[in-house]
């Protein structure tokens, strides 16, 4: 399979940027360092990979219910909302991996493999800070109760179902992070 160099960059701007991160993340995580096609040519600790804006891998889940409501996390280090789970993984972890273990770790619940849709891998780059990123995006369609959610108090501080309108609302406030508004937009709004 021939990969194309010419991968086009989606370029975030942020509005609101947190001074100081709530969530202390490992700063000595090693992530997968990859190229312009999102082979893994090397490994950094985190806090190397952004302080120099290397390209590295997260992945985005967004998880909707039987009544076609998305759920949505409220981030502790921003208050802002943001997609059911997200983030970066280790370089030994494959994103279908890193999403089973993010799911656990950020809300408390278990999916399987086969719940699991990709919708799209995106080379996303946000513009405020050093954050250059592959983000596969995946989407859980499964009735899953608020009540059942065990969130991580470190990292979220509440998720909740939003409807379509409550969504259409949302994406034009600063409420949002811009990752979350982009991929809500282009990916996830059609499936709601």
């Given amino acids: ?8 960059v989606k370029y975030i701007k942020t509005t609101h940027i947190p001074l ?10 090693i992530l997968a360092v990859v190229d312009n096609n999102d082979n893994i040519i090397n490994k950094a600790p985190r806090e190397e990979v952004h302080a120099r804006g290397m ?7 967004f998880i909707i219910n039987l009544k076609k409501q998305l759920l949505l996390q409220r981030r502790k280090d921003n208050h802002l909302w943001d997609g059911s789970c997200a983030g970066h993984f280790p370089f030994s972890q494959t994103y279908e991996e890193a999403v089973i273990r993010e799911t656990e770790e950020e809300l408390g619940i278990h999916v399987e493999p086969n719940d ?18 592959f983000a596969k ?5 499964k009735d899953i109760p608020l009540e059942i959610y065990k969130i991580d108090k470190a990292e979220v ?3 909740k179902y939003f409807s379509k309108a409550e969504i259409n609302a949302l994406l034009l406030s600063n409420e949002v992070t811009p990752t979350s508004k982009y ?6 709004l059609a499936l709601l």
């Fill in 116 to 133: 699991l849709k990709e919708l799209a891998k995106e080379k996303l780059a946000v513009c405020s800070k050093i954050n250059n990123r």
């Fill in 55 to 61: 390209w590295h891998r997260e992945i985005c889940c």
């Fill in 157 to 159: 501080e509440e998720v």
């Fill in 20 to 29: 100081k991160m709530a969530v202390a993340h490992n700063p000595s995580e």
């Fill in 183 to 188: 991929l809500i937009g282009k990916y996830i």
């Fill in 137 to 141: 995006v995946f989407v859980v369609q």
């Fill in 1 to 8: 399979m021939e990969t194309d160099d010419r991968v086009s």
